[in-house]
């Protein structure tokens, strides 16, 4: 027989002849449904001749779902001291470019319940090794004890109206869960002189620690946004005070560092963030944590010391909050409860260095 699978009275796949063996066979093939599909009709015809009369059966008829693969970047938890930056991703990969809305949830009871949190949006799948693949990041966040026990997970759907319905949506069982602790010592030891400098090229990054107790390692990360880090060396601790790293790496432009400082448990904290150019550096925010709730959080970039003042706005422009603090020549990284007690909206920050104005819109949930 020689079969053809058709689909709403569309030929959609042809099994080519096959031959007679007296075995079974298992015939199959992918069909993407319409975003608001319910139900197709599916007929089989046999393209030999002769018709239906050569001796063919069809058994076992079965259909299953080509659900997408949703990975996070920490699973099955985040091990972090009180004061931790959180800063969780998920990579969403499916056989067709179809499920690219999404949102976050958070449990607060050990998974039995699942609120959204507001953070919601498009992916853009790229086609990687045979799948379509797009990544999402959730907002970064200080974490204390109040979020340790919290879990993280993301909804995928194909339709903005299908990520809202328990039945269009998709989750799997991975979910992220927060544990956050006292590191007692670690949150102790202080970091002195992180600096980096251009020699030839090349980054020479430095730092100091004042105290060293239960520090297992020193892992090395950088950027080229100041947003996406990746691990370029690990350091143990020597029980010294003094560390020195020559990144192999020219320069060409910009880059960031932070040091990531492990405990013997595995508990970490972050450093600050410092940058390296070749060039001038220019003042401008980097990221900030957009919704918010009760603490914003900028990340931002000034060329030489001095002071910085943060304006809050209505969207009228009327003036709500302000705040003036020194910021140092590098980057910087500041957390602010302004927006604690203000009502759900939309508001806008208004960030001044040397008379440069940066602004930019946040959402209060």
Request: glycine letters at 8%; proline letters at 5%.
């Amino acid at each position: 027989p020689n079969l053809t699978f058709q689909l709403n009275g569309i030929d959609y796949y042809t099994t080519g002849d096959i031959p007679y063996t007296g075995l079974w066979e298992k015939k199959g093939f992918t069909y993407l449904t319409g975003p608001t599909q319910t139900s197709f009709t599916l007929s089989i015809r046999n393209n030999s001749p002769g018709g239906g009369g050569n001796d063919w059966a069809i058994d076992d008829v079965s259909l299953s779902t080509c659900v997408p693969d949703i990975e996070l970047n920490y699973n099955p938890e985040f091990k972090g001291c009180y004061g931790s930056l959180v800063e969780l991703a998920s990579t969403i990969r499916c056989w067709f470019p179809n499920y690219t809305y999404y949102k976050w949830q958070r449990s607060t009871n050990g998974g039995v319940t699942w609120n959204d949190t507001g953070v919601s949006g498009t992916g853009s799948p790229s086609y990687v090794s045979g799948q379509w693949e797009y990544t999402v990041n959730y907002p970064p966040f200080i974490a204390n004890q109040p979020d340790s026990g919290h879990r993280y997970r993301v909804v995928v759907a194909t339709t903005a109206a299908n990520l809202n319905n328990i039945n269009c949506s998709y989750s799997n069982n991975s979910n992220i869960f927060l544990n956050i602790i006292d590191c007692g010592v670690i949150l102790n030891t202080t970091i002195t002189n992180f600096t980096a400098k251009i020699i030839q090229d090349y980054a020479n990054v430095n730092w100091q620690i004042s105290s060293g107790n239960n520090i297992q390692y020193f892992q090395l990360e950088k950027s080229s946004n100041a947003t996406d880090f990746k691990p370029i060396a690990i350091i143990p601790y020597q029980n010294t005070s003094i560390y020195s790293f020559n990144d192999p790496e020219k320069i060409t432009g910009i880059s960031y560092y932070r040091l990531k400082i492990f405990d013997t448990k595995g508990y970490f904290v972050y450093s600050k963030i410092i940058a390296v150019n070749n060039g001038n550096i220019n003042f401008e925010v980097k990221t900030f944590t957009n919704p918010v709730i009760d603490k914003l959080v900028l990340d931002y970039l000034v060329p030489d010391n001095g002071i910085v003042t943060l304006n809050l706005l209505n969207t009228y422009g009327a003036p709500l909050i302000s705040q003036q603090w020194h910021a140092k020549k590098g980057w910087n990284k500041s957390s602010f409860d302004i927006v604690k007690n203000l009502p759900a909206g939309m508001y806008i920050i208004s960030l001044t260095y040397q008379n440069q104005v940066i602004n930019k819109r946040i959402i209060k949930l």
